[in-house]
């Protein structure tokens, strides 16, 4: 089984993002890759994710979001974690605000890996009582562990 802590950078976690909008926040969470070496080019992550974007919205609804995309800027599948405590438009599919993001990003040749990542995440994220756990923490070492917790079933 994919272990979320196996790809989750755990030095791009943010429990208190800055970011107002969609876009910023994508920009916030692929700089706290890029600043632990996980990516390479901040600037074509953030295309790719937007590209990805357009396509249709990753704001998947329950204060969620799961953004991500595949591209060469990055060397191995990666991820950072970041809450917003205001809440971010992300047009997301029930035009509630999101709180919970999740960016994932890996390598072109990834796709099985990627969707497995994407999958897993989807699944947590179902869960409301995991959901709430995350938003009421109140350290990046409380986010970690609350992953670590799930990641043992």
Known sequence: MLRIIDFLCKKAINI???AKDKKHAIIELIELLAKEKKVKDV?????CVMNREKIGTTGVGQGIAIPHCRTDAVDELTSAFGISRQGIDFESLDGEPVHLIFLIVSPPDSGGQHLRALARISHLFKDKFFRQSLL???SVEEVIRIFEQEDMY
């Open 16 to 18: 208190n993002l800055e």
């Open 43 to 47: 600037t074509k992550a953030y295309q």
């Open 136 to 138: 009421d923490a109140n």
